[in-house]
């Protein structure tokens, strides 16, 4: 039992008495198809072995939650109260970190299950503020917390969806649904290949025999990502247009436009927004071609493409920012990188490389030497496999 288990075990334990179940849902990371799930892109993200831990049981009409990671913030509603709030985030915010788990159980609630009391003690071991997507972890796990007490219910898509309902009309975080979705149904030893516009998926293998997925934190606040998110958006959304008014068969988003199609319609746009479009289409067909080098269990290949979406993000898309490059620079100096890129939105936060697991410790500390060097900052570096999520099923 990892360590993160133990705590919340124990926290169970000293807070409520007893024993409860343990439960797990894993963090993720995105290995390619960045900043195109709005463009109708695919992209292939996996489940991490590292995530969120509860004990939990039944309890009778109140929901207790504790959190070893925010020690005396705990909540406690009554399930009638619970159930006659808005799915509003302004109902919510009262209740902190508990907002998650708390309207995963309203969202349930309101989708006519018969969802019971619980009490529950929670503890993660993702890297705080790394962008491995703690809150939908969380998400997933009450998701599993509750098909495991009162159901079975649910599969990985109704838990996904159940989960991005509460980020979004609970916590008021209007994210996508990558990552609800691959915490709830990835799998050990694969990525997932998700059509973000039709959220059909599959299952592809990904064989870290003899290699290692390094998580790199940065440590840089992601102050930009707000607006330049928005800003993006905006563009790509410019740029079809003007695409569409050259093309005699419209395309309902940027990624359904073909390399040739583009240069076609060069004309029309300006020297941004054509470069905003040709991250879109290429990324696209990157991940479809790390999907296939996956199939051939070529890593190198898949290496080669992380760091060719990294470079199509530092200059076409422009998300990148120093430290991000300046980690991924310093990674792809060491003997043993295959490849190495920026995950999530950019502007700070993690970076991904994939090396050879005997040079990983060298790797590591080589890298954040010369990122202290470049930055000034400690970044953090970790080795991560491939976990299972509790809905997943190849």
Request: proline share 4%; net charge negative.
């Amino acid at each position: 039992m990892s360590s993160a288990a133990n705590r919340a075990a124990a926290l169970f334990k000293s807070e409520f008495g007893g024993e409860g179940r343990g439960f797990f849902a894993p963090g993720r990371v995105n290995l390619i198809g960045e900043h195109i799930d709005y463009n109708g892109g695919r992209v292939m993200p996996c489940s991490l072995s590292i995530g969120t831990y509860a004990a939990a049981r039944r309890a009778d009409g109140r929901i207790r939650l504790v959190s070893a990671d925010l020690p005396g913030q705990n909540a406690e509603v009554a399930l009638d109260e619970l159930s006659s709030l808005p799915l509003t985030p302004g109902a919510f915010r009262r209740f902190g970190w508990a907002a998650y788990p708390l309207g995963v159980a309203a969202q349930l609630i309101i989708r006519g299950y018969p969802v019971g009391g619980f009490d529950m003690a929670v503890c993660g071991d993702l890297p705080r503020g790394s962008g491995l997507s703690s809150s939908a972890s969380l998400e997933v796990l009450t998701c599993a917390v509750l098909d495991g007490l009162y159901g079975p219910w649910l599969d990985g898509r109704q838990a996904a969806e159940v989960s991005l309902a509460a980020e979004h009309e609970c916590a008021g975080v209007n994210c996508g649904i990558m990552d609800q979705f691959v915490c709830a149904a990835g799998v050990k030893g694969h990525a997932l290949l998700l059509d973000t516009h039709t959220l059909d998926f599959e299952y592809e293998p990904f064989d870290l025999d003899g290699d290692v997925l390094l998580i790199m934190n940065t440590k840089k606040p992601r102050k930009l990502t707000d607006s330049k998110y928005n800003e993006r958006r905006g563009e790509c959304d410019e740029a079809l247009a003007a695409i569409n008014s050259v093309l005699e068969t419209p395309r309902d988003a940027l990624c359904a436009v073909t390399l040739g199609e583009l240069d076609a319609c060069r004309a029309v746009l300006s020297p941004v927004l054509f470069r905003r479009a040709r991250h879109a289409v290429t990324e696209n067909e990157r991940t479809l071609a790390a999907a296939q080098a996956l199939r051939r269990g070529d890593n190198a290949e898949l290496g080669r493409l992380l760091t060719a979406s990294h470079d199509s993000l530092r200059y076409d898309y422009e998300v990148t920012g120093g430290h991000l490059d300046a980690i991924v620079d310093a990674a792809l100096m060491q003997e043993g990188v295959l490849g190495a890129r920026m995950t999530g939105a950019g502007f700070g936060g993690c970076a991904i490389a994939l090396c050879r697991a005997d040079r990983a410790g060298d790797v590591s500390r080589e890298t954040a030497r010369v990122y202290l060097e470049k930055t000034g900052i400690k970044c953090e570096i970790i080795p991560v496999q491939t976990g299972s999520s509790p809905f997943g099923k190849a």
